[in-house]
């Protein structure tokens, strides 16, 4: 389930601490077990290319491609809903008490339906069916980011495009 963490992680904001242990971060990518070749050489892609630009940079890139383009949003409720969609509110608060249910704690402030919240909470799931079931929740969504991201030419993109295979409950028996 490392992959999920790491995905998790790389899809957050990028923080000094972060950026400091992205090369510990690529050291890890040969353990990761449910990733598959292509997901390897995604991962050391997209990390070669973080790594290559200022922190400054990647933080400004993260936040033009993320905060600032509503299209590529990383909050899945605010492409399943619209805008003035009131049952975007109970949405979020049935899935915040799914967590509770599930002992999983949101401690950021952060709403539960952002995805790498989601991605951290996969990844504390017992065993790949449970994960991928839950993940296949997001694959929608997950296909219309990486789309988005695709087309901007954004190397978050193989992020998202990774989110979206792995969501997939047809690779169970991969």
Request: proline share 6%.
């Amino acid at each position: 389930m490392r992959l999920y963490k790491l995905l998790s992680v790389l899809l957050e904001y990028p923080t000094a601490e972060l950026i400091e242990h992205l090369g510990e971060i690529e050291a890890t990518i040969p353990a990761l077990e449910q990733a598959t070749g292509e997901d390897r050489e995604a991962l050391r892609t997209f990390l070669a290319w973080a790594r290559g630009l200022p922190p400054t940079e990647l933080q400004a890139h993260y936040v033009k491609t993320f905060d600032l383009t509503p299209d590529n949003a990383l909050y899945l409720t605010h492409h399943l809903f619209e805008e003035q969609d009131r049952a975007r509110g109970p949405a979020l608060v049935r899935l915040s008490e799914y967590f509770t249910q599930q002992g999983f704690e949101i401690d950021r402030g952060e709403l539960p339906d952002y995805l790498p919240l989601i991605l951290e909470y996969v990844s504390t799931l017992p065993d790949m069916a449970s994960a991928r079931h839950f993940l296949e929740q997001t694959t929608e969504v997950a296909n219309v980011l990486a789309k988005n991201l695709v087309l901007m030419e954004s190397p978050y993109a193989a992020l998202l495009c990774m989110v979206a295979r792995h969501g997939k409950i047809s690779d169970l028996a991969a």
